[in-house]
């Protein structure tokens, strides 16, 4: 590109270019990324546990826990899912008239769901093949289903047990079920990140899998006495017995390994297993969690009077109890919202947010896409969708938008001058995974692990690396000439225009990896799995020179703009340095009790989701891009055009 042309770039100001938007890096801040024998994570201080939120006009039937994200089940069959949602594992797949869920289990990135049918539907992640449900044989059904971080195991009417799901190097044999005697069947399932269980017919438990700390090794039971429920967490397991007792094996800390005693004349009537902590229903209605308490997730709610516990579900670092009037309370780590019961008619619940050049893209929690801001080539008029397809990616660009649906079909909208709204098919059994949408090109990362781009080309920001051979792009982020791809060993590459050394990754330490990548215009930031951000790039703004932080804090996020950047710390303050020109950098403060939990950095301006659902955006305003759909919104159709505009711009912005 010549120095006139890029200065011409610059000048455009009021179309500035995107920042692509990904929360990869935040399951290593929240320490959920686990290695068969490490010593499991612990903060370094505790966090506040968030206020409980739920009432009396949510009645659940049932509910599951996943890593940071919760789905409730309510009474007439409808599934509500809520909290971290990157691969769309909370935005549940709509049912036919007359369809109902009756189970439900929220994994780590996906998640499955049990119909009235007997058939079963998984959303979300599938890198590992975790959702590709196996095949039923003829007039069987599934009657049960536990979903792990790689890979999924459904239960059958006839007493078969099958698992699905290719863990690659983290393949300890989960997924290979023990073929039982003659006569004994499987009655009851429970799948953790790289160990499984299974309850016989006769009363015993099978586990196998990961053995590290005799997690599999099943205790054996005292004359006429059976197990009635496994349920594994990870690197211990615990089984329920027919006398009421509950005994736990596996890892040999006594924090999280060893039950409480139980009251004269009481039981224990279910249990449930995080990774590290333990809760345990009692035939009184009580509940009792043990384990760290590092988040406040065993410290379970006093319950108003006469009402009871009558099931609990523990996820990692957050535990929920339903209540005996169909009420649902979390408690414990609210980073991502997991803990806070969504209520009837609150509105607007915004899951993932993308900033473009001029206009801004937030997709709220019914499966929808709202846009706002500069409407010139149509970007942020959203495409209605066919009956029972939802969005569960948006991504937007310069003057196009690009938008991922529940059915793997990925369509762009907006400017398509370069033919970057055009999709490609892609070959038959392959589907795109993401998408990332540039200033004029696009790209999209596709279940076979390539990365296909399209519209200008002009520096070879559309031509992509090829693969050494084993390997797979994982994430894929454009920016206005060049482009960059994570690729599945942790190496970065990226190609296009290098005038300002955008595409010279930096090399770094042994034994390290690149996590997260985001392009932004002339400028690349890369976040390493030690938490670590580096920018390379343009510096004209001082956008690559990276804040240093305190000792032993990290960075869990960097977005990178048009001639700004942001990061996302561990503690989950935000902080963004480069261009300031019309305060998007300005962090304001979220409010009491909140914290930001996504950052997206465009053109001009910047948005930042908190962990209670709603949208800060701040910085230009020229399009009204910092005006956020209010709370109170119809969202009863997926696109919403009809929207109340709130200027979210706050008046004492912290300068930082």
């Known amino acids: 590109m010549s120095s006139h042309w890029r200065d011409i770039m610059k000048a455009q100001t009021k179309s500035s270019n995107l920042i692509r938007r990904l929360l990869f890096a935040l399951i290593f801040a929240l320490g959920l990324l686990y290695i068969p024998g490490a010593i499991p994570w612990q903060p370094s201080a505790p966090v506040q546990a968030a206020?409980?939120?739920?009432?009396a006009d949510l009645p659940m039937q049932a509910v599951s826990a996943g890593e940071l994200y919760t789905c409730g089940l309510r009474s007439d069959g409808s599934l509500t899912c809520w909290g971290y949602n990157l691969y769309g594992q909370t935005v549940v797949p709509a049912l036919l008239q007359g369809m109902s869920y009756t189970q439900v289990s929220a994994a780590k990135f996906h998640t499955c769901g049990l119909r009235l049918d007997g058939n079963l539907v998984c959303w979300g992640n599938n890198d590992y093949g975790q959702k590709n449900v196996t095949a039923l044989p003829p007039e069987v059904h599934y009657t049960q289903v536990s979903a792990?971080?790689?890979?999924?195991?459904?239960?059958?009417?006839?007493?078969?047990?099958?698992?699905?799901?290719?863990?690659?190097?983290?393949?300890?044999?989960?997924?290979?079920?023990?073929?039982?005697?003659?006569?004994?069947?499987y009655t009851q399932v429970s799948a953790a990140t790289y160990h499984t269980c299974g309850l016989r017919s006769d009363?015993?438990?099978?586990?196998?899998?990961?053995?590290?700390?005799?997690?599999?090794?099943?205790?054996?039971?005292?004359?006429?006495?059976?197990?009635?429920?496994?349920?594994?967490?990870?690197?211990?397991?615990?089984?329920?017995?027919?006398?009421?007792?509950?005994?736990?094996?596996?890892?040999?800390?006594?924090?999280?390994?060893?039950?409480?005693?139980?009251?004269?004349?009481?039981?224990?009537?279910?249990?449930?297993?995080?990774?590290?902590?333990?809760?345990?229903?009692?035939?009184?209605?009580?509940?009792?969690c043990w384990g760290p308490n590092s988040y406040g997730e065993t410290t379970v709610p006093t319950l108003p009077e006469g009402l009871s516990y009558t099931q609990v579900s523990t996820g990692s670092n957050h535990t929920c109890g339903l209540r005996s009037n169909g009420t649902l309370v979390c408690w414990g780590s609210n980073t991502i919202g997991q803990t806070s019961v969504p209520l009837p008619g609150a509105g607007l619940l915004y899951d993932?947010?993308?900033?473009?050049?001029?206009?801004?893209?937030?997709?709220?929690?019914?499966?929808?896409?709202?846009?706002?801001?500069?409407?010139?080539?149509?970007?942020?008029?959203?495409?209605?969708?066919?009956?029972g397809v939802r969005y569960i990616q948006v991504s937007t660009g310069n003057s196009h938008t690009c938008g991922l649906r529940s059915d793997d079909v990925l369509i762009c909208w907006g400017n398509n001058n370069q033919g970057q709204a055009s999709v490609p098919a892609p070959p038959v059994g392959v589907e795109y995974t993401q998408v990332s949408a540039g200033y004029y090109h696009t790209c999209g990362l596709r279940s076979d692990g390539a990365v296909v781009c399209w519209g200008e080309s002009g520096w070879g920001q559309a031509d992509v690396l090829p693969l050494p051979s084993g390997l797979r792009y994982t994430q894929v982020s454009t920016g206005v000439s060049h482009t960059c791809g994570l690729r599945s060993n942790g190496t970065l590459v990226c190609w296009g225009d290098n005038y300002y050394g955008q595409t010279a990754v930096p090399g770094i330490p042994v034994g390290l990896s690149y996590t997260e990548v985001s392009v932004g215009s002339y400028h690349t930031c890369g976040?390493?799995?030690?938490?670590?951000?580096?920018?390379?790039?343009?510096?004209?703004?001082?956008?690559?020179?990276?804040?240093?932080?305190?000792?032993?804090?990290?960075?869990?996020?960097?977005?990178?703009?048009?001639?700004?950047?942001?990061?996302?710390?561990?503690?989950?303050?935000?902080?963004?340095?480069?261009?300031?020109?019309?305060?998007?950098?300005?962090?304001?403060?979220?409010?009491?009790?909140?914290?930001?939990?996504?950052?997206?950095?465009?053109?001009?301006?910047?948005?930042?989701?908190?962990?209670?659902?709603?949208?800060?955006?701040?910085?230009?305003?020229?399009?009204?891009?910092?005006?956020?759909?209010?709370?109170?919104?119809?969202?009863?159709?997926?696109?919403?055009?009809?929207?109340?505009?709130?200027?979210?711009?706050?008046?004492?912005?912290?300068?930082?």
Not at 51 to 55: F, K, Q
Not at 353 to 365: A, D, Q
């Open 527 to 656: 976040l390493r799995s030690d938490g670590n951000l580096v920018c390379w790039g343009s510096n004209t703004s001082y956008q690559t020179t990276v804040p240093t932080l305190p000792a032993g804090q990290t960075y869990i996020q960097g977005r990178a703009g048009s001639y700004h950047t942001c990061g996302l710390r561990y503690n989950l303050s935000l902080i963004c340095w480069g261009r300031n020109t019309e305060g998007q950098r300005n962090v304001p403060n979220p409010g009491l009790g909140l914290v930001y939990t996504e950052v997206s950095a465009g053109g001009l301006c910047t948005c930042a989701l908190r962990s209670n659902g709603t949208l800060g955006c701040w910085g230009d305003p020229y399009y009204n891009q910092t005006k956020v759909p209010a709370y109170g919104t119809d969202t009863a159709s997926p696109n919403v055009l009809r929207i109340t505009l709130t200027d979210d711009n706050p008046t004492s912005a912290e300068n930082v």
């Open 148 to 185: 792990a971080t790689y890979h999924t195991c459904g239960l059958r009417s006839d007493g078969s047990l099958v698992c699905w799901g290719n863990p690659g190097i983290f393949d300890y044999g989960q997924t290979t079920v023990p073929v039982l005697p003659v006569g004994v069947q």
């Open 203 to 288: 009363g015993n438990i099978e586990c196998w899998g990961y053995n590290s700390h005799g997690q599999t090794t099943v205790p054996a039971l005292p004359v006429g006495v059976l197990y009635t429920q496994v349920s594994t967490g990870l690197d211990h397991t615990c089984g329920l017995r027919s006398d009421g007792s509950l005994l736990c094996w596996g890892i040999g800390s006594t924090v999280w390994n060893t039950v409480p005693a139980l009251p004269a004349g009481l039981s224990y009537t279910q249990v449930s297993t995080g990774p590290i902590h333990t809760c345990g229903l009692r035939s009184d209605g009580s509940l009792v």
């Open 51 to 55: 206020p409980l939120l739920g009432g």
């Open 352 to 387: 993932h947010i993308s900033v473009g050049g001029t206009h801004v893209c937030g997709m709220y929690s019914g499966g929808g896409i709202i846009c706002w801001g500069d409407n010139y080539n149509g970007q942020t008029v959203v495409p209605p969708l066919p009956a």
